[in-house]
């Protein structure tokens, strides 16, 4: 009994460091996936400069991850990623590739280099993107599981749906990106912000759309929980939710532009304007909605269709003797991470930042 | 077919693994010296003053930042490693494993998040001993971050404190007895002494190289004789350490000893093979250059102590590469005995007053600034070529762990792996050499005035002094 809470209790702590890694790292790829649409190279550098000092923390969270799955749900780790083979790998690389990129385009010694680099940074965005957007739909579809362990082929994470999910998620980082250029910057850079905010929110919720249709026809058990009473009376809430957010995400795109209209110069340094950072709450948001009702259909599978939770969980000495040092360590690592958003707050101009 | 012709996709798996750990291993094996190297010399500069002291904590503390983040960067690889490839392993013995890497991992991260950034942006910036207590924290977490995966590793060699379930997964039954088991203490004495005398090596290198230039630099003095007499110190008790690795290895892992002796026949008295060509066909070393009995008295400290040879174990109980663990442990003890010749030397050189002008012990410590790295490298292989066929020592199969993944998709990957590494860890090596080429000055400056290392983690020092970074050499807070 005390193991199957203790288990809970991870579900929940694993959940939520995904989320909290596909919020933080997701804009600072959207910023590396927007890179084609910002030509400018002062934009470049200002957008780069909004995430410099926040990024890498950010990632640290995969490995969270990584690292927790395999410490309390061993079973689940050891099905899910050699299921997942070649979009992780894939992925982890263009996430090393992009690192090193952001390091070396700072360095670089000619503007050809500069934009040797700046493609790097940019490519490798949109690759490690897409690879987590893969995985996730091949995830959700099931993954086909014998005596332990994945009895899969090599190439069963490609398909209509993972590849949906994929492109899903470009739109949905990208939006993050961009409402967060509209929240870290001003001028010409924070009025492209808007601009692509505008058409990257109609995709994300186009691909909201499609992926929800879709997805109670990949396995009765979604089905069940979508549509059958009285489960429905906890899964309504979600797209109601989505069309209610939606519109108020428009509604601070205008306000934010009517304020810049009206601002006289530029904004004093370390001031937060709120109302510029709507949209992008908003945007998480739909990221939030989307992430509960994906954890509706999914609880309570680990590995859909076969394992649970409490079949993948690890003996409860395991879970127990890593949750004492999770519990002290994790409050310390957020209330640093949120110091350190506070301290970096307010605009970031052309030209200023870290050089 | 043609994928006949290819390796098994356990031998590449295999490969990628001993690749991207190897190539990982590096980073650490300097982060972890370096970074006590630090506190001393921070320690060194506030207990005596000297300006010289503070110049190379901030000449070496520039080659700690980019080294310490390809050491993130490549580890990150190592945690989705296990699930990827080895997911049979994963599944069995997550439940005693996991934990403790784990706690690498939350402390790495709480590292990372919390004095890094501290200890490389915030001279000046915080008072001296704050300073001072986040490198020490550095260097304390870089100890225990090893701590963890060292004892995960031993727990490997000779698991410990664990019942076996019946669906065959291994579970925890004493955590203390897992932690600490039996050949913990010694492997992280061994590996641990190993990094500092791999960073004496590298610092000494580097001083010998500038003191070849200007022999008058007397920042490249100070850092050449700081690292000899480390090696003159050290070097010696690292081989005290390794004989005591290789009787506890003879007592746990005979058939590891056998393969680094070259034995095949169990035999009292038995020779030190020097050289030789273990040939596992014909199961006997030949063309062996012998000193008879001294194999005996090495490893049971008795002229006519008994040695088992390979030949006592049933083949699929030997290790599956003889000649690499052979030649490894060769490699390994050769580097050694070439760092304890080093130190003695600077001995020697330094009672004659002519330790920093004689040209050719200059030259032969730069020659020998890889020496650590190639010792550390070596001697891993050897332990870890010496443990197979187990993953677990004696109770899974190296052939059992491995993930159901294609062989073609472990090719693709470790094509991969091996194009990006390259690229990646080249440009950060070649960057290193760049830090190495610039002389030691008075007056150095910090990590600061370096384009920011975002590796460096979620550091709010950089912003701290945003406004005094238009100085070029920011002075320490008084």
């Not at chain 1, 550098?45 to 410490?71: C, I, M, R």
């Not at chain 1, 689940?76 to 979009?87: G, N, R, T």
């Not at chain 1, 009765?220 to 899964?235: S, T, V």
């Amino acid at each position: 009994m005390i193991n199957e809470t203790v288990a809970v209790i991870w579900a929940l702590l694993i959940a939520t460091g995904i989320f909290l890694y596909v919020c933080m790292d997701g804009f600072d790829l959207g910023v590396g996936i927007l890179f084609p649409w910002l030509r400018d190279r002062e934009d470049r550098d200002t957008a780069v400069n909004t995430v410099a000092p926040v990024w890498d923390g950010n990632e640290t969270w995969l490995v969270l991850g990584g690292g927790g799955l395999f410490a309390v749900f061993p079973l689940a780790y050891a099905v899910i990623l050699p299921a997942l083979y070649m979009p992780l790998i894939v992925m982890l690389l263009a996430l090393i590739f992009r690192g090193v990129a952001f390091e070396m385009r700072f360095r670089a010694e000619t503007p050809k280099q500069r934009l040797w680099w700046d493609r790097a940074f940019s490519g490798g965005s949109m690759v490690a993107t897409f690879c987590q957007g893969i995985a996730l739909g091949a995830l959700v579809q099931g993954i086909e599981v014998e005596e332990r362990a994945y009895a899969g082929g090599w190439w069963d994470w490609v398909s209509g749906f993972s590849v949906l999910t994929g492109l899903a998620l470009l739109a949905g980082y990208g939006l993050l990106g961009a409402c967060w250029l509209i929240w870290k910057t001003e001028g010409a850079l924070q009025d492209r912000g808007r601009e692509l905010a505008r058409w990257l929110g109609s995709l994300t919720l186009g691909f909201i759309l499609v992926v929800s249709l879709v997805m109670p026809f990949l396995q009765p058990e979604f089905r069940a929980r979508w549509f059958d009473f009285p489960a429905i009376l906890l899964a309504l809430p979600v797209p109601v939710l989505v069309v209610l957010l939606a519109w108020r995400f428009y509604r601070a795109l205008d306000e934010s532009e009517e304020a810049a209209r009206k601002r006289p110069g530029p904004v004093p340094p370390r001031q937060v304007l709120w109302h510029d950072g709507v949209p992008f709450f908003c945007a998480l948001g739909l990221f939030l909605l989307s992430y509960i009702g994906l954890g509706i259909s999914m609880w309570p599978m680990i590995v859909p269709p076969e394992i649970t939770i409490w079949e993948a969980a690890a003996p409860e000495s395991t879970q127990v003797f890593i949750l004492v040092g999770a519990a002290i360590l994790i409050p310390i690592i957020l209330a640093y991470t949120g110091y350190v958003y506070w301290l970096f707050r307010g605009k970031v101009q052309a030209g200023q930042g870290y050089h | 077919m043609l994928w006949d012709a290819f390796p098994s996709a356990l031998d590449m798996a295999r490969f990628q693994f001993a690749f991207t750990v190897t190539f990982h291993f590096l980073f650490p094996a300097f982060t972890i010296g370096l970074a006590s190297y630090l506190a001393v010399l921070e320690g060194l500069w506030l207990w005596t003053k000297r300006e010289v002291y503070l110049d190379l904590f901030r000449y070496w503390v520039k080659v700690f930042a980019v080294n310490f983040a390809m050491g993130v960067v490549s580890g990150i690889v190592m945690s989705y490693q296990f699930g990827t490839n080895w997911s049979a392993f994963s599944d069995r013995t997550g439940p005693v494993l996991g934990p403790l890497l784990g706690y690498e991992v939350l402390t790495a991260f709480f590292l990372e998040a919390g004095f890094l950034g501290v200890m490389l942006f915030g001279l000046g910036r915080v008072g001296k001993g704050l300073h001072f207590l986040a490198t020490c924290l550095v260097a304390i977490g870089t100890l225990i971050s090893g701590f963890w995966i060292l004892s995960a590793n031993s727990w490997m060699q000779t698991p410990s404190g664990y019942s076996i379930g019946p669906d065959g997964r291994f579970l925890p039954e004493d955590w203390w007895a897992i932690i600490f088991n039996p050949s913990f203490p010694l492997r992280y004495l061994h590996t641990i002494t190993g990094t500092f005398l791999t960073t004496a090596l590298i610092v000494g290198a580097v001083g010998a190289w500038h003191l070849l230039r200007n022999g008058a630099n007397e920042r490249a003095r100070v850092m050449f004789s700081m690292a000899m007499w480390m090696t003159a110190a050290v070097a010696p008790a690292q081989l005290v350490f390794g004989d005591l690795q290789g009787l506890w290895a003879l007592h746990y892992q005979p058939q590891k000893v056998a393969a680094m002796e070259g034995h095949w026949e169990t035999q009292r008295g038995a020779p030190l093979i020097l050289f030789g060509m273990p040939d596992m066909e014909r199961e006997e070393t030949r063309m062996s250059l012998e000193i008879p009995r001294l194999g005996s008295l090495i490893l049971r400290h008795d002229w006519d102590g008994e040695i088992q040879g390979l030949k006592e174990f049933p083949p699929d109980q030997r290790p599956t590469n003889v000649p690499l663990v052979f030649w490894s442990f060769r490699i390994m003890v050769a580097a050694g005995l070439l760092m304890i010749a080093l130190g003695f030397v600077s001995l020697w050189l330094r009672w004659r007053g002519t330790l920093y002008r004689t040209d050719w012990f200059l030259r032969w410590a730069v020659g020998m600034g890889p020496s650590g790295l190639i010792a550390v490298t070596f001697g891993w292989i050897t332990t870890e070529a010496g443990r197979q066929p187990f993953t677990v020592y004696g109770l899974m199969r190296t052939a059992d762990s491995v993930s159901p993944i294609a062989a073609p998709a472990v090719a693709t990957s470790l094509a991969l792996f091996i194009v990006v590494y390259f690229i990646v860890f080249g440009a950060g090596i070649w960057y290193l050499f760049r830090l190495f080429r610039h002389p030691p000055e008075a007056h150095e400056t910090g990590a600061e005035a370096e384009p920011p290392i975002r590796t460096a983690g979620i550091t709010p020092a950089p912003s701290v002094g945003r406004d005094r970074r238009h100085g070029a050499h920011p002075e320490p807070a008084e």
